[in-house]
């Protein structure tokens, strides 16, 4: 057999591991040196500096004759990795944007290789069947009381909140064809997205009720419901289990009992809070999820897998049917008929990666106690720091952490000092801190997602923030 040419060799097939195999180790060289050129949470210099870099490194991007494979790979792997910011790092804690286990992402690997295509049975056999399998063992985590619980595999929340407003429109059409269109009612705290699926769906603008606690109180929805005055279409309201800005959890079983009452449909965004499934000390939060008609959720929050893993869980399969969707060339009829899975009727994309195998990898490797205890960690990271804050007097907590988020600032600092402290922080590589707006005022954001954060780290990040407190 003839020798493809260098940076030809394919990644499946018999001969494709060892293809990888020492491509693999320049790849991982190069996130070595490229993390240790970076030396913290962020490379230093902001904006223009990072894109002098980028340049410098990797210009000209598409010469007339290339590098080859392994030039490249260090070339462009380095100069990513020094680049990039690291939610490994301890103080990398802005967003929700998790350290991806080591397991996870070899995973991963695995995927990218053989390269199933979602979109039809003959491109991924055995990645539909582990889908069905994983994604209904999820589902069954969300809604344990349901006979055929079922799940899809999305991009994340904001794709799972747009599908659950989607099934939620197409199920009030069946129910009643001539009433109104349907209309969300949500809080000031929802994620931006149930607004942008709104208008994405050419439906009204969402209801928002004020949040001032953070949360959705049930006496508001209750008069909002009770009072809603020309609109005789149906009704979604829309609850949030782990705000971003926040991680405040709706009271559930409330807005349940309110939504039931008013005969609304109802949607629970779990895409932050939802893994705290796993967890025997924390799962109690999420009491009254069971009850939504559809439920956001991620994995790559705090499920510590690679970008993309989410899901919309239904307590019921059937409640997928409107996505029913035939293309003879995937999805035949007489292909479905005679038994081939009809995998293109499970999502809105057409072509989508397996990312159901690091999550099956994941929960099979760690089990969910495994996933609880790191769920356990990092929610009492979050609360060491929130007691770190409480006891230094140059400090103001917002309230203590729900999930682990902890919002605090310097005490006294208006909202233009913040600012800068947390611009400053990320100019000099220091520090990723994010920001919230509640109420009252602006305050910096600590987002923890690193299971295996120390209390001396904490201390340190608190330390930062200190140095850059006018005096």
Request: net charge negative.
């Amino acid at each position: 057999m003839s020798v493809p040419p260098a940076g030809t060799a394919l990644a499946g097939g018999t001969n494709g591991p060892r293809a990888l195999r020492p491509l693999l180790d320049t790849v991982l060289d190069a996130l070595t040196t490229g993390a240790e050129d970076r030396a913290g949470p962020l490379p230093p210099g902001g904006p223009d500096a990072v894109t002098r870099a980028v340049h410098d490194a990797c210009h000209p991007l598409l010469p007339e004759h290339g590098t080859g494979p392994h030039a490249a790979l260090r070339t462009v792997v380095h100069t990513l990795a020094a680049g990039s910011a690291d939610p490994a790092d301890p103080h990398c804690a802005a967003h929700l944007h998790c350290p991806p286990l080591a397991l996870a992402t070899a995973a991963d690997l695995a995927a990218g290789a053989l390269n199933p295509s979602m979109d039809s049975w003959d491109q991924a056999p055995a990645a539909s069947a582990l889908e069905t399998l994983t994604s209904r063992a999820l589902a069954a985590l969300v809604y344990p009381r349901a006979a055929a619980p079922d799940a899809l595999i999305t991009t994340g929340g904001t794709e799972s909140n747009q599908l659950g407003i989607l099934l939620a429109r197409e199920a009030a059409i069946a129910n009643r064809p001539a009433a109104g269109p349907l209309q969300i009612v949500c809080g000031a705290n929802a994620h931006h997205s149930l607004h942008r699926s709104a208008w994405l769906l050419g439906l009204p603008a969402p209801l928002t009720l004020p949040t001032p606690d953070g949360i959705l109180t049930p006496d508001t929805v209750h008069t909002c419901l009770a009072n809603l005055t020309g609109h005789t279409g149906p009704v979604l309201l829309a609850a949030t289990a782990g705000t971003t800005d926040s991680g405040a959890i709706d009271p559930l079983p409330a807005l349940a009992d309110v939504a039931a009452h008013h005969g609304a449909l109802f949607h629970i965004d779990a895409a932050y809070g939802g893994p705290l499934l796993f967890s025997d000390t924390h799962r109690t939060a999420l009491s009254g999820l069971d009850r939504a008609h559809t439920v956001a959720l991620d994995l790559h929050k705090l499920g510590w897998q690679p970008v993309a893993a989410g899901l919309l869980a239904v307590p019921d399969a059937a409640t997928l049917t409107p996505l029913a969707h035939q293309a003879d060339y995937l999805n035949a009829d007489d292909d479905t008929e005679a038994g081939l899975p009809d995998l293109l009727s499970r999502s809105l994309r057409t072509t989508r990666r397996p990312d159901i195998l690091k999550i099956a990898v994941t929960l099979k490797a760690l089990g969910r106690r495994g996933l609880g205890d790191l769920i356990d960690r990092t929610l009492a990271a979050a609360r060491t720091l929130a007691d770190l804050i409480d006891a230094h007097p140059r400090y103001e907590l917002h309230s203590r952490p729900t999930l682990s988020t902890v919002l605090f600032r310097p005490t006294g600092a208006d909202n233009t000092t913040l600012a800068t402290i947390r611009r400053t922080l990320l100019t000099d590589g220091q520090a990723v801190l994010g920001r919230a707006t509640t109420p009252t005022g602006l305050w910096l954001k600590a987002t923890l997602l690193n299971p295996h954060t120390q209390p001396g780290d904490l201390t340190t990040l608190l330390k930062l923030v200190e140095g850059h407190i006018p005096r």
